[in-house]
C-alpha cells in the first residue's frame, strides 16, 4: 500500500504546484483526501495487527522464556517483523501527512496570490472597459452630432421655404412665365411688322395724294397760263380776268411747292418710322430670341438641379439609415462590454470555490489528526508564482521588483519603449 | 424621471447611464446599497435599478431598507443582476421587486421595461 500512498501525495503536491484553475485543485483535494484515508486505514490495520496476538505474546511470559519462544516460534519473529514494518510506515505516514498539511497550507497561500492576481484582473478589465466605453460612446456621440448636422443640412437644402427644392419651384415657374412674356412679345413683334406694313402702305398712299395735288397744282397752273392768254385777248376787258389768272397761278405754284413739302416730310418721316420700326422689331427679335435662350438655359438648370436635389432627399434618409445603425452598434458594444462584470464575477466564484476547498483540506486533514492548520508559506508561494510572471502588474501587485533595464527616456510617450 | 442605479461595477453604471441619459432620463448612482442608502438624493429617485450580488450591502438587503422607507416604498425597484435562477428572482418579487432584468441588458428592452413604469 506504500506505493500508493506515495503516488497519491505526490500527485497532491504535483496537482497543486501547477494550480492552475480549478480541475486541478478538485484533483488534488480528492488525491490528499484519498491519502489521508488510507493512511488512517493503515494505521487502523496496524493496530489491528498488532494487537491481539503480539500485546498477548508480549505480556504472557518472563524474559527468557521469551527469548525462547522468540527462537523457537517463527510466527512471533514474523510478527515482530511486522510490528517493526508498520512502526516504520507509520513513521513515513505521519511524514507524508505533514507534507500534506503543509501542502494544503501553501495551496492556501497560492489561493491568496491567484486572488491578488484576479484582483488585477478584474481592475484591468474593468478599468479598460470603462476607457474603451468612453472612447466609444465619444465617437458616437461626436458621429450622431456630424450626421445631425449633416442631416439638418440636407433638410434646409431640400425641404421647406428657402430650400433648393423651393427655388427650383420658383425657377420653373419663372420659366413658365418667361414662356408667356416671350409670346406676348412674339405677338407684338409680329403686330409692330403688321403696323409698319400698314404705316408704310399709308405713306405710300399720302405721296400718292400728294402727287395727285402735285398734278392738280400743274393743271391748275396750265389753266391760269391759258386764262392769262385769253385775258390777253379780250385786250382791256380781260383786264381783271388777267390779274386772277396771275392769283390763280400763283395759288397754283404754291399749292404744287406745298404738296411738294409735303410730299418730302411725310417720306422723310415715313421711312424714318419705317426704319424704326424694323430697328424695333429686330429688337424685340433679338430680346424673344434672348428669352428663349434664358428660359432653354433655366430648364437645363432645373432639369440638373431636380435629380440632385432628389439625390439629396435620399440622402438625408441615409444619415437616418446611418444613425440608426450607429445606435444599434452602440447597443451591441454595450452587451458586449458587461461581460466585464461577468467575467469579474465568475472570477469571484472560483476564488469562492478554492477557498472552500482549501477549508475541506483543513478539515480532513484536522479530522485526520494533524492539528490545528498551519500557515503557508507566502515567500515560497510566491517564487513560485514568479516563474510565471510576464506582466509588470504581477510584479508590482505583490511589490516585487522587476528588472527592466534602462527605460529612461525623455520623451513621455516612450516611456514604455527602449530602444537597443 | 430619475433613475437610480446601484451596481458596484462602474462599468455597468455607465452604460445604464449612457443607455438611459439620451431618453431624457436623470441617472444617479451608487456602488452598492450601504452607499445608496446614504445618497442625499435618494428621495428624488423614481425607480431603482439595482444588482443583487453588491459588496457591503447586497441588493436583496437595499430593497428590505427601500421597502421600509415611507419614501420610496412605492417607487419601483427593478433588478438588474447576471442572476438568473427562478429561486433567485421569487426571492427578488417576495421582497416587492417590480421586475427582473438578467445581464447583459440590451439598452433598447431596457427603455422599454422602464418606460413600463413611468
Known amino acids: 500500500m506504500m506505493w500508493m500512498y506515495i503516488l497519491l501525495l505526490a500527485m497532491s503536491v504535483s496537482l497543486y504546484v501547477y494550480p492552475n484553475g480549478v480541475v486541478p485543485a478538485l484533483i488534488a483535494v480528492v488525491c490528499g483526501a484519498l491519502a489521508i484515508k488510507a493512511i488512517k486505514e493503515g494505521r487502523a490495520k496496524t493496530r489491528k495487527s498488532v494487537s491481539p ?3 498477548d505474546a508480549v505480556h504472557s511470559g518472563s524474559g527468557m522464556e521469551d527469548e525462547a519462544n522468540r527462537v523457537t516460534d517463527p510466527r512471533l519473529k514474523d510478527l515482530e517483523d511486522t510490528i517493526a514494518k508498520n512502526a516504520r510506515d507509520l513513521q513515513a505516514f505521519a511524514g507524508a501527512r505533514e507534507e500534506i498539511a503543509v501542502a494544503v497550507a501553501d495551496f492556501g497561500q497560492a489561493i491568496s496570490v491567484v486572488e491578488s492576481l484576479s484582483d488585477i484582473v478584474i481592475s484591468k478589465t474593468e478599468n479598460s472597459s470603462k476607457d474603451l466605453s468612453t472612447s466609444i460612446f465619444s465617437i458616437s456621440d461626436n458621429s450622431k452630432r456630424v450626421t445631425e448636422e449633416i442631416k439638418e443640412l440636407l433638410i434646409e437644402i431640400c425641404k421647406g421655404e428657402d430650400s433648393l427644392e423651393s ?3 420658383k425657377l420653373t415657374k419663372e420659366v413658365d412665365k418667361l414662356d408667356l412674356v416671350m409670346k406676348d412679345f412674339q405677338i407684338m413683334s409680329s403686330e409692330y411688322g403688321q403696323n409698319t406694313d400698314v404705316l408704310e402702305k399709308n405713306v405710300d398712299g399720302i405721296s400718292e395724294y400728294s402727287r395727285a395735288i402735285t398734278d392738280l397744282a400743274d393743271k391748275t397752273n396750265i389753266l391760269a397760263i391759258n386764262a392769262s392768254i ?3 385777248r379780250a385786250g382791256e376787258y380781260g383786264k381783271g380776268f388777267r390779274v386772277i389768272a396771275g392769283e390763280v397761278q400763283k395759288l397754283a405754284k404754291q399749292s404744287k411747292s406745298i404738296s411738294e413739302n409735303i410730299n418730302t416730310s411725310i417720306l422723310k418721316v415715313g421711312t424714318q418710322l419705317v426704319k424704326s420700326s424694323k430697328n424695333h422689331k429686330e429688337i424685340m427679335e433679338s430680346g ?6 434664358s428660359q432653354k438655359n433655366l430648364l437645363e438648370v432645373t432639369t440638373i438641379l431636380t435629380p440632385q436635389v432628389a439625390l439629396l432627399g ?9 444613425s440608426s445603425s450607429v445606435t444599434a452598434d452602440l ?3 454595450i452587451v458586449s462590454l458587461q461581460y466585464q462584470d461577468s467575467i469579474r464575477q465568475i472570477l469571484g466564484h472560483e476564488i469562492n470555490l478554492l477557498n472552500e476547498l482549501r477549508g475541506i483540506m483543513e478539515n480532513v486533514l484536522v479530522s485526520s489528526g494533524n492539528g490545528v492548520p498551519k500557515t503557508g508559506d507566502r515567500e515560497r508561494i510566491l517564487d513560485l508564482a514568479k516563474k510565471y510572471f510576464t506582466v509588470r502588474d504581477e510584479w508590482l501587485a505583490f511589490g516585487l521588483n522587476i528588472d527592466e533595464g534602462s527605460m529612461e527616456n525623455q520623451d513621455e510617450s516612450l516611456k514604455n519603449v527602449t530602444i537597443f | 424621471m430619475t433613475i437610480f442605479c446601484v451596481d458596484d461595477s462602474s462599468t455597468i453604471r455607465m452604460l445604464v447611464k449612457k443607455a438611459l441619459e439620451p431618453e431624457g432620463y436623470t441617472v444617479l448612482e451608487a456602488e452598492n446599497g450601504k452607499e445608496a442608502l446614504s445618497h442625499k438624493d435618494i428621495a428624488g429617485a423614481d425607480l431603482f435599478l439595482v444588482d443583487v450580488n453588491m459588496p ?15 419614501r420610496l416604498s412605492s417607487k419601483p425597484v427593478i433588478f438588474l443582476t447576471t442572476e438568473s435562477a427562478l429561486e433567485k428572482k421569487n426571492e427578488g418579487k417576495d421582497l416587492g421587486g417590480a421586475g427582473w432584468i438578467v445581464k447583459p441588458f440590451e439598452p433598447p ?8 413604469f413611468s
Open chain 1, 230 to 232: 385769253e385775258a390777253a
Open chain 1, 53 to 55: 496476538t503480539v500485546t
Open chain 1, 167 to 169: 427655388d427650383i419651384k
Open chain 1, 331 to 333: 447597443n451591441a458594444i
Open chain 2, 109 to 116: 428592452a431596457l427603455i422599454k421595461v422602464i418606460k413600463m
Open chain 1, 314 to 322: 435620399e440622402g438625408i434618409n441615409e444619415s437616418e439609415t446611418l
Open chain 2, 56 to 70: 457591503q450591502m447586497n441588493g436583496f438587503e437595499l430593497v428590505k431598507n427601500i421597502k421600509q422607507d415611507t
Open chain 1, 288 to 293: 424673344v430670341k434672348a428669352i428663349r435662350q
